[in-house]
């Protein structure tokens, strides 16, 4: 069986210190940015996806959690790229356990390249067919990562075509305070205007006015010039 060790050496083999500086920058890992405190390595996101495809197999549970309690970002995120395809290959038992490590590492996943690699692909769809409650708990938490979280985890819900809890958490972070959780939502209404543009339209037409202008631009990017410029001129 693999180790947490041998993924760690792996990756440590494959950094650049030139790469690291940028992904530094890029996700905030400065004094006063969201991802302060994390440490990157500099390993690109396609060399971490190579080596989770080595690993994912041979890779325990209690390894992969291992993994994803440590303080450099590039081995959380192969960690939840590991996680995921151990969720896709798994059966009943495992994927409730990986989402269960998933809900209880929240503090883990903490910048939104990790929660949009993990929420989407594991929250999701492991509630797609279970009460989903939890998402109310997330969206309401003091941690910005789980409030992107519960919105993130509904674009499983959008792709089988179900709106719902999008609406209904898009309406509960309406005046979130961070421009990351702005993004998120504006992003996953967006994804529900892709399949079905009258109803993100019904949506919008009674909240775009109070909307964060970035959550708004998200929301509205795949609309018509025209169409885009009276919801900015607030005259939809």
């Known amino acids: 069986m693999a180790t947490t060790a041998d993924v760690r050496h792996e990756l440590a083999s494959l950094a650049d210190p030139r790469r690291a500086e940028g992904v530094s920058r890029f996700l905030q890992m400065i004094p006063g940015g969201y991802g302060e405190g994390d440490r990157a390595i500099g390993v690109s996101v396609p060399e971490q996806r190579r080596v989770a495809g080595r690993y994912w197999r041979d890779l325990s549970l209690a390894e992969t959690a291992t993994l994803l309690k440590s303080s450099v970002h590039e081995e959380r995120l192969t960690s939840l790229f590991i996680l ?116 993100e339209e019904e949506f919008l037409a009674r909240r775009y006015r109070v909307m964060p202008r970035v959550m708004l631009r998200y929301a509205i990017e795949k609309f018509e010039p025209q169409r885009r410029r009276e919801y900015l001129s607030g005259v939809v």
């Open 84 to 199: 995921v395809r151990k969720f896709i290959k798994g059966d009943e038992e495992e994927r409730g356990r990986i989402f269960s490590m998933v809900l209880a590492n929240t503090g883990r996943i903490n910048n939104w390249d990790l929660v949009d690699s993990s929420a989407p692909y594991i929250v999701g769809p492991w509630l797609i067919d279970k009460d989903r409650n939890v998402l109310d708990r997330l969206a309401e938490s003091s941690l910005v990562w789980d409030r992107r979280i519960a919105i993130m985890a509904t674009l499983a819900f959008i792709k089988a075509g179900d709106f719902h809890w999008t609406f209904r958490l898009s309406e509960r972070l309406l005046r979130d305070p961070h421009d990351l959780v702005h993004k998120a939502v504006g992003w996953m209404l967006r994804e529900v205007g892709n399949r079905d543009r009258a109803a």
